[in-house]
């Protein structure tokens, strides 16, 4: 190795040392700006971007200590509204995602020393999202770059090839454009034009992807009016749902009131009404008033009402249900859906015997939300409806199940009270907007005190009631029967991504360091 070898080498290792730590922290930081508060869709490209120059020509220790402290950077403040739970809540769950960005350093250093690094880089991406998103206890999958773009061109990818797809373009976008910059310095200009085009492809290519905007027969009618209540909260906060039966008043109310508003014919019969996720913490299975309040409601909109519920598990008294149950204004509680994805530390205590002598808050969950088998597809006046709760709507399994049993139009019922005043709702309806594209069906949300909306196929919103808000929407919603070509591949897509990571991993690994790869990847760094 020559002096001037040396010399070259010395000064990148130097300059990495100071330049990389900052601009990985940047990157996150950028990322977080896709998302709301702010919710600028151009940044997780940005974001990807800088955090793949700053891993560019890392070893494997270095690359997970650059992709943890990007991570962190963007869980960070992504997740602030876990303060709500507690600073510690929130600092664990930020570390924990934050864990498998390192780990997506860890391999984006090695996959671009492989030639075409540009595509594997994306591959480690998504295969980052689909693990964090499943493991352990199910996985967290907040955050992921797709669900920041509903406002974007990106986003439309998700018809053809679901919210991995959306991901995966997002990072070959950010590192193709990288990547005809080095070529471009490195005075190769066939690679450069070939990134470059690619580019191109991936910025103009999402405009010709034509979303569905109307609805179709194929199951049923083409559209059905449906209304949402949203009847608010006493309180916010930890204690939003202490007071139990003046939710359920709330929401009573309020349907009472869309009852008098049906009658004098100030908006149309709507098919059946959506209550939110807790509207009923008072089991109406056991609790004569509640049962009677709820089916007086259900009479008054002269309609079935999809009521959000907590009751007991039968012969189980150290288990409770999170459902949605279908009361019929004559026949009273029919079809059902128990949530099948419960979020542990929230609605179930993993290792509670060993956890909760150290952790206080827990005494707050005196009982594990037992999770649900069967998806919720449900028939609600004559609707075939596809029923998710709350954060379930992440859970790409979830959302797969309720379309492959032929779900029409996507129901969800959340409770986003605890997090009032925060970004969480707002983060939430973006992912809402996203299935809606991804499916092609409309979203019904409906929420104790916000956000509630009325979600058209193309995830543009119709109708909404922002926080802190009372009342109820009503709208012909546009029903689907026709599935998305992402609906059809379902995982397949997600699987092929995952191989476009995990096998140039295996492929770098395995082969020796050999000193070109280490001068080539110190190369770009100095370039």
Not at 70 to 90: E, I, N, Q, R
Not at 150 to 167: K, M
Not at 356 to 373: H, K, L, Q, S, V
Not at 461 to 488: F, K, N
């Amino acid at each position: 190795m020559s002096p001037s070898t040396i010399e070259v080498e010395s000064t990148v290792t130097r300059s990495s040392r100071w330049w990389a730590f900052p601009l990985a922290t940047t990157a996150g930081l950028t990322t977080f700006l896709a998302f709301p508060p702010v919710g600028w869709a151009p940044a997780a490209v940005v974001g990807a971007g800088l955090l793949v120059v700053a891993l560019l020509g890392a070893g494997i220790r270095r690359g997970f200590l650059l992709g943890f402290l990007g991570g962190l950077s963007l869980f960070l403040p992504l997740l602030h509204w876990m303060t709500v739970v507690g600073w510690d809540a929130w600092v664990l769950l930020s570390a924990f995602c934050a864990l498998w960005i390192g780990a997506a350093g860890s391999a984006i250093a090695l996959v671009t020393r492989v030639p075409g690094w540009p595509w594997w880089v994306a591959g480690v991406w998504v295969a980052q999202e689909a693990l964090r998103g499943r493991v352990p206890f199910g996985g967290f999958p907040w955050g992921r770059l797709a669900y920041s773009q509903p406002d974007s061109a990106l986003g439309r990818l998700a018809y053809l090839v679901g919210q991995p797809g959306v991901s995966f373009a997002a990072v070959l976008l950010a590192s193709a454009l990288i990547a005809a910059v080095l070529a471009y310095r490195r005075r190769d200009s066939r690679s450069a034009l070939v990134w470059v085009l690619l580019s191109a492809a991936l910025i103009a290519g999402p405009y010709l992807v034509r979303l569905p905007v109307t609805g179709d027969s194929i199951g049923g009618a083409p559209s059905a009016v449906i209304s949402a209540i949203q009847g608010g909260t006493p309180q916010t906060g930890m204690g939003a749902m202490d007071v139990r039966r003046a939710v359920l008043t709330n929401h009573v109310q309020q349907t009472l009131e869309l009852g008098r508003q049906i009658q004098q014919g100030e908006v149309p019969q709507p098919a059946f009404v959506l209550w939110p996720e807790n509207a009923s913490d008072i089991d109406p299975f056991t609790d004569t008033a509640a049962a009677a309040v709820i089916a007086g409601a259900a009479r008054a909109v002269n309609a079935p009402i999809l009521v959000g519920a907590v009751v007991d598990v039968p012969d189980d008294p150290s288990g409770i249900w999170n459902l949605g149950v279908v009361w019929d204004p004559v026949d009273g509680p029919g079809e059902r859906y128990i949530k099948t994805h419960p979020v542990p530390f929230g609605e179930y205590i993993p290792f509670r015997d060993l956890l909760t002598g150290f952790i206080g808050r827990f005494d707050r969950i005196p009982r594990d939300f037992i999770p649900g088998e069967v998806p919720g597809n449900l028939l609600i006046g004559g609707v075939q409806v596809g029923d998710v709760i709350c954060f379930e709507v992440a859970y790409d399994d979830v959302i797969n199940r309720i379309m492959d049993g032929g779900a029409r139009v996507i129901t969800v019922q959340t409770n986003n009270a605890t997090y009032q005043n925060s970004a969480q709702p707002t983060q939430q309806l973006f992912i809402e907007r996203m299935r809606a594209i991804e499916t092609g069906r409309s979203v019904i949300v409906a929420a104790t005190s916000g956000i509630s909306a009325m979600i058209r196929p193309d995830g543009s919103v119709a109708e909404s009631l922002g926080e802190g808000s009372v009342g109820s929407l009503t709208l012909a919603t546009q029903l689907r029967g026709e599935q998305s070509p992402s609906a059809r591949i379902g995982a397949l897509a997600e699987i092929l991504m995952l191989l476009l990571g995990l096998g140039p991993i295996l492929w770098a690994a395995s082969r020796p360091t050999s000193s070109r790869d280490v001068d080539a990847s110190r190369r770009r760094v100095d370039t």
